[in-house]
C-alpha cells in the first residue's frame, strides 16, 4: 500500500468523508462497499464524537464488515471522517475483551460470568454492609448508551444508596453545562446545526474543529465556499489544521483570554454593535456575587478590559481583537463553538459565560443563524450523561438530588423508597478518585472509560486503583485501568447491542443490534442489571428485559420537561434519522429553537407572556428567573499554574484527527496507526533554538508532578511559551504530567495548562 504523510491524509480526509457516502475509496487502504447488494445495511450512529454523524453498518454473514455514511441523516448527509470508516476493524480486532477476568495471586485469569459477577456481588455488599452505601462508587462515560446509564444510576442511587455515581463529562463538558444553566438557565444550545449554513459569522474557540469535530468543520467549510463573504475567527494558542478557513486567528496564551472575550464586548457596545432593547427585556446583568447591575454598570465593568488591556493579559495585539469583535458584530448572524480549550480550564465557566455574553449583548440567539453552541466532545455526553443524570449531583430526565420533589418522582418510577436516594450530591470525579486514594472509597465499578489513563495527575490516582477493589467493565483488553482491575467484565461493542445516544444539537437518535457480541461479551445495561440481582436487587430489576424497556421508563421521566422525550419511543426512532428535543408527542416533529416561536413548550406556555411584554425569547429553563438570560460580568482569571522561571512553558494537550482518546479502538487500525503511530511534543522553532533542541530529537518534558521522554516537533504551529502533546498514547502518559487543579463551579480539570520545562533528553 502506498504511503501518504500526514499532510495529504488530513487534505484528503474531507474528500474522503464525500466519497464514503458514493462508496468509492480515494484514501489508499480505504475499502468501501461498493457492492453493497452483498451485504445487509443497518442505519445507525458513529460510535465516536459527539457530532453523532449518521452511518449506515454493513453487516454480511453475522459480521459488521464495512461502515459508510448515511445519505439521509441531516447532520453529515452520507459524509463521514476516517474513525468511523475504521470502525469494523475496532470491532473485530484480536484486541477484544472475550470473557470475564479475575485477579489471583496479582494475576488477571479467566474465570466465568457466574463467578465473576458473585465476586464482585459479594465484595460490593460486604463493603456496603461494613462502611456504607457511599463506600462505593460509579464512573461511567459519555460514549455509553443512555440505557446503560440509566441502569447504573437506578443500582448506585436508587438501590445502593450512594451519589457516588460520576462520569467523564465531568473532564468535558462540565464547564459547558454550568455555562448554559448560569447564562440561558437551562443546559444545551437553543440552536442546531442547521444554523451553520444559515450563519455569517464563525467564532471556534478553543476548538480544533477540523481535527475533533471533522463533519461540523466541513460543513462550515463548505458553507463558506459557497459564500466567501462568511467571516470566521479562530481563537486557540496553536495553528492547527482548522486554521484552513480562518479570516483571523487570536492567539492568546494558554489559559488568559477570558480578557479577550470581555474585550470584544468592550468594543462591540462602543462601537454601537450591541442590541440595548435586547438586553433589557431579556437578560439580567450580574456580578459575581450575583447582585443584579445597570447596562452602566456594565460599560464601566468592561473599562479594565479595554482591547490595550486585554492585549497586555493575553498576548493578543489589542487592534486583532477589535478585529475580531467587529467581524461579530457586523456580521446579521453569528456562531460560536467552542470545546476543550474553553471548558478543561479553572475558569471554565466563565469562559463559557462570556461567551454567550456576546450573543446576548448584541441579541445573536434565538435566531436562525446566530447561537452559541458548544460542540460536546463524546456520542453520548448530552444524552446519557446530561440529560440521563449520569453525574453526582443529578436524577434523570433534568432532575436533582437536593430536591425532594424530584428524588420522590424517580424513587416512584423506580420502584424504591424515596430515603433510598441521598438528598446531597456525591463525590465529583476528582474528588471521588481523592477518596479512592484515601480509602474512603473501597470499591468501584467503572464502565466505558479509562481513567487510569484519562484522570488529570494520573499518577496520583493510581494509587487508589491499585488498593480498593476494582471492577472494570471493557470491550477492550488490556488498557491502563485493566492493570489495576481486580474483576474484568467483557462488554459488548457498538454494533452489537441497541440504545441510544444524544448528540451535541439535542438529537436522540437510534442505534440497532446488528451483530452478536463477540466471545462472551454481555451489554453493558444487562450487566448492570444482572449484578443488582446478584447483590439483591431481584425486584428491582426484574423487569428490564429489553432495551426498550429501559428507554421508555427514562423517557417517562423527561414528560414536562425541558428535555421531553416524550414523543420517541424506539418505534419512532427506528424509523427518523434521530429527534430534536423537546418533542413531547408523537406527532410532532422535534424543535429547532429553544425558547421562542416553535418550542412547544415556549408557545404553550410563554409565548403570550413574552409577547406582552415586547420579547420574542423566554428562557424559562429551571435556572432562570422572569424569562431571563443573565449577562455576568466576568473578571480575569489566571490559570493555576503560571509559567515560572524554573518551569517556563505553558504545556496544553489535546487531539489529533486520526486518533480516539486512549487508542483502544483507533489503535486497532493499521491505517490510522501509520498517519500518526506515536506521541510527540510540538515546540516552535523559536523556543527549540533557545533549548538547543532538534525536530525528531528525544527530549525531556517535566511538570511539577512529573516528566516523559518525548519526540520533538519543530513546527510553527504553538506560540512561542507553548508546547502541546496530544495524549493518546499509554506508552507516553502525557496525563501524568497535566494539572489536576479543577474550576470550583464546574469541578473540571484544567487539561489545557500545565507549568513545564523542557530539555534535551
Ligand atoms: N479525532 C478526535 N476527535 C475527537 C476526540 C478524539 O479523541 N479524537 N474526542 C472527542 C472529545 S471527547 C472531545 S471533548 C472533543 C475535544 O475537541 P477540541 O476541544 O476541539 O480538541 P482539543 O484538541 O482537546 O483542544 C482544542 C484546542 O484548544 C486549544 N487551547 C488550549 N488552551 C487554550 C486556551 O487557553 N484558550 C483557547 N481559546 N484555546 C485553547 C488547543 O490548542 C487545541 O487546539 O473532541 C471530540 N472529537
Ligand atoms: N491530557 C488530556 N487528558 C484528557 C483530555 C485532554 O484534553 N487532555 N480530555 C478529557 C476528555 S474531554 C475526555 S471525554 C476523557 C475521555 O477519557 P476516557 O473515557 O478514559 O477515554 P476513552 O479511550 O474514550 O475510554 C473509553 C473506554 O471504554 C471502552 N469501551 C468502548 N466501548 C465500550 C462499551 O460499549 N462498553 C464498555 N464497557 N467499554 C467500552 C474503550 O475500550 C475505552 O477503554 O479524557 C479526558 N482526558
Ligand atoms: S465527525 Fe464525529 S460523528 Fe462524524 S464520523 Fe467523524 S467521529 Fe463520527
Ligand atoms: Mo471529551
Not at 131 to 142: C, D, E, I, T, V
Request: charged share 25%; glycine share 8%; proline share 6%.
Amino acid at each position: 500500500m502506498k504511503k501518504i504523510s500526514r499532510k495529504e491524509f488530513i487534505k484528503t480526509s474531507a474528500a474522503v468523508s464525500a466519497a464514503a457516502g458514493i462508496g468509492v475509496s480515494l484514501f489508499p487502504g480505504m475499502t468501501y462497499a461498493k457492492n453493497s447488494s452483498s451485504m445487509n445495511w443497518h442505519k445507525s450512529v458513529c460510535r465516536y464524537c459527539g457530532v453523532g454523524c449518521g452511518v449506515m453498518v454493513g453487516e454480511k454473514d453475522g459480521k459488521v464488515v464495512a461502515v459508510k455514511g448515511d445519505e439521509l441523516n441531516p447532520i453529515n448527509k452520507g459524509h463521514l471522517c476516517v474513525k468511523s470508516l475504521y470502525l469494523p476493524k475496532a470491532i473485530n480486532s484480536k484486541t477484544r475483551l472475550a470473557h470475564p477476568m479475575i485477579r489471583k495471586n496479582g494475576k488477571l485469569e479467566k474465570a466465568s460470568w457466574e463467578e465473576a459477577l458473585d465476586l464482585v456481588a459479594k465484595k460490593f455488599n460486604q463493603i456496603r454492609k461494613a462502611h456504607g452505601g457511599n463506600a462505593l462508587a460509579f464512573y461511567g462515560s459519555g460514549q455509553a448508551e443512555t440505557e446503560e446509564t440509566y441502569m447504573a444510576n437506578k443500582l448506585f442511587k436508587g438501590c445502593i444508596g450512594t451519589n457516588n455515581v460520576e462520569g467523564n463529562p465531568r473532564l468535558c463538558m462540565a464547564s459547558a453545562v454550568g455555562g448554559y444553566l448560569t447564562s440561558l438557565g437551562a443546559d444545551e444550545p437553543a440552536g442546531l446545526y442547521e444554523d451553520i449554513e444559515k450563519s455569517e459569522m464563525f467564532l471556534l474557540v478553543g476548538s480544533n474543529t477540523a481535527e475533533a469535530h471533522p463533519i461540523v468543520f466541513e460543513r462550515i467549510m463548505r458553507h463558506k465556499n459557497k459564500n466567501p463573504n462568511v467571516k470566521i475567527v479562530v481563537i486557540d494558542p496553536r495553528k492547527t489544521p482548522t486554521d484552513q478557513v480562518g479570516d483571523l486567528h487570536l492567539f492568546p496564551n494558554p489559559g488568559f483570554d477570558l480578557a479577550i472575550f470581555n474585550a470584544m464586548a468592550f468594543v462591540l457596545i462602543n462601537e454601537g454593535y450591541a442590541d440595548k432593547s435586547f438586553v433589557e427585556k431579556h437578560t439580567f446583568i450580574k456580578d459575581n456575587k450575583k447582585n443584579i447591575h445597570t447596562f452602566e454598570d456594565y460599560k464601566k465593568f468592561l473599562e479594565d478590559f479595554t482591547p490595550e488591556k486585554a492585549e497586555k493579559i493575553s498576548g493578543v495585539p489589542a487592534q486583532q481583537i477589535i478585529k475580531a469583535a467587529r467581524m461579530f458584530g457586523k456580521a446579521k448572524t453569528s456562531m460560536s463553538l467552542w470545546t476543550m480549550g474553553l471548558n478543561q480550564r479553572i475558569g471554565g465557566v466563565w469562559a463559557n459565560n462570556l461567551i454567550h455574553n456576546l450573543h446576548l449583548l448584541t441579541g445573536k440567539i434565538g435566531v436562525p443563524g446566530s447561537d452559541s453552541f458548544s460542540l460536546t466532545g463524546q456520542p453520548n455526553a448530552c444524552g446519557g450523561v446530561r440529560e440521563g443524570g449520569g453525574l453526582c449531583h443529578l436524577l434523570p430526565g433534568h432532575h436533582l438530588v437536593v430536591k425532594e420533589a424530584h428524588r420522590k418522582k424517580v424513587a416512584k418510577v423506580w420502584g424504591v423508597p424515596a430515603s433510598n436516594i441521598q438528598p446531597k450530591p456525591g463525590k465529583h470525579t476528582i474528588a471521588m478518585f481523592s477518596a479512592l486514594n484515601a480509602g474512603e472509597i473501597k470499591g468501584i465499578y467503572i464502565m466505558c472509560t479509562n481513567p487510569a489513563h484519562s484522570l488529570p495527575n494520573s499518577r496520583k490516582y493510581w494509587k487508589g486503583l491499585k488498593e480498593q477493589f476494582v471492577v472494570v467493565a471493557e470491550s477492550f483488553f488490556p488498557t491502563m485501568t485493566t492493570e489495576y482491575a481486580d474483576v474484568v467484565l467483557p462488554a459488548a461493542f457498538w454494533t452489537e447491542k441497541e440504545g441510544v445516544y444524544g448528540c451535541t444539537e439535542r438529537r436522540s437518535q437510534y442505534m440497532p443490534k446488528v451483530v452478536e457480541p463477540q466471545g462472551e461479551a454481555i451489554w453493558d445495561a444487562f450487566i448492570l442489571r444482572d449484578l443488582a440481582k446478584k447483590m439483591g436487587f431481584d425486584k428491582e430489576f426484574a423487569k428490564y428485559e429489553t432495551a426498550e424497556i429501559m428507554w421508555d421508563e427514562y423517557r417517562g421521566l423527561t414528560a414536562g420537561k425541558d428535555m421531553n422525550l416524550m414523543g420517541a419511543p424506539y418505534s419512532r426512532l427506528k424509523k427518523v434519522r434521530g429527534l430534536t428535543w423537546p418533542v413531547p408527542t408523537e406527532d410532532h416533529p422535534g424543535t429547532y429553537k429553544r425558547f421562542t416561536d416553535g418550542d412547544p413548550i415556549y408557545d404553550s406556555k410563554w409565548s403570550s407572556k413574552a409577547k406582552s411584554d415586547g420579547r420574542r425569547m423566554w428562557f424559562y429553563g429551571p435556572k432562570a428567573k422572569d424569562g431571563k438570560a443573565t449577562i455576568w460580568m466576568r473578571p480575569h482569571k489566571d490559570p493555576a499554574e503560571v509559567p515560572s522561571k524554573e518551569y517556563p512553558y505553558a504545556l496544553t494537550t489535546g487531539r489529533v484527527l486520526e486518533h480516539w482518546h486512549t487508542l483502544t479502538m483507533t489503535g486497532t487500525s493499521p491505517q490510522l496507526n501509520r498517519a500518526v503511530p506515536k506521541a510527540y511534543v510540538e515546540i516552535h522553532p523559536s523556543d527549540a533554538k533557545k533549548e538547543g533542541i532538534k525536530n525528531k530529537e528525544m527530549v525531556l518534558v517535566e511538570s511539577p508532578r512529573g516528566k516523559l521522554e518525548i519526540e520533538a516537533r519543530v513546527i510553527d504551529r504553538p506560540i512561542p511559551g507553548t508546547i502541546f502533546v496530544p495524549w493518546h498514547w499509554p506508552e507516553s502518559p502525557i496525563n501524568v504530567l497535566c494539572n489536576d487543579a479543577f474550576d470550583p463551579g464546574s469541578k473540571e480539570p484544567e487539561y489545557k495548562v500545565a507549568a513545564a520545562k523542557i530539555t534535551k533528553a
